[in-house]
């Protein structure tokens, strides 16, 4: 009875330290302001793989399942999905603000050099003669004869083609040139032993601001005429009738911009311009504006190429 007795008073008074300590403890804490509590949360096991030795060490092995990344990765493609086309548009939004920077660039250079005759333009008949006669005007400006939409000097064909030319340079020196703009040949100035049926020579006309004057253009110059066939496909510039002066409306008609082009007018304006627009601008004296090709003259949809069907009528 003496040594079972003398474990229990053992056992008591261990207890009584324990308690004593543990009691000891939560007051200093409490003093402190806040009481420790012990939590013991077993590990984990988890089938995850880890993604890295950093988190191996910290997480415990919590890590994104294949599953979820293989989501992850299918939620950006489809946002990229949906972005891309609104990307796409706003980059060709700002090459046509682009290309209207340059053209009105360009319809400046024409005003000076009217401003200094008298109104008048070039004499002359060829399209690609206004490289030469401004050629002072602008080549110290370094301008741009090229739509950013079409740019590629090694592209001749198409839409998106550029036309390649000789030239001059400053001191009069042969030279190739590039460009995706062209002139409305019916500006020029004939001269008294020429025909000159249609030109009008001069900006002191009426209703210039519906006369193209410089334009998205596959040539360095065009002369539409009322008559002239739309392209019977995009891209499609060259003439149906064997002549060069002939359906020279495809070489303006270009889907650059949207179902658009852009265009300077001879008031020094720029605008955008539905393709069937072009058909109802006033290209030269002669060229009725009601014909055809335009909503007064009776044109159907079904007249028009297939691939211009959907697009505006004017």
Known sequence: MDEKLQRLLKKALFQKKVIRKYAGNIIMNKQR?????????????????LTCPIRKKFSNGAAFTLIELLVVIAIIALLMAILMPALNRVKKQAKSVGCQTNLRQWALVFSIYMDENDGYFAYGDSSGRWRWVIQAH?????????????SN??????TFGTWGAESLDSDYVAQQDYGSYGLNRW???????????GYFKTRNVAGTNQIPLFLDCSWYGAGPLDYDMPPEYEGHTESGTGHWRGDNMRRVCL?????A???AFLDFSVRRLGLKE???LKWNRDFEIIN??????GVRTEDWPQWMRTFKDY
């Open 33 to 49: 302001g806040f009481t420790l509590v012990k939590i013991n949360i077993p590990a984990r096991k988890s089938g995850r793989f």
């Open 138 to 150: 602008h080549r110290d400006r370094k301008l741009s004869v090229c739509c950013p939409e079409a």
């Open 153 to 158: 000097p090694d592209r001749h064909t198409g």
């Open 187 to 197: 500006v020029y100035n004939r001269k008294t032993d020429q025909p000159q049926e």
């Open 255 to 259: 889907n650059r911009h949207n179902a």
């Open 261 to 263: 082009t852009n265009g």
């Open 278 to 280: 072009l058909w109802t």
């Open 292 to 297: 055809l090709w335009t909503k007064a003259g």
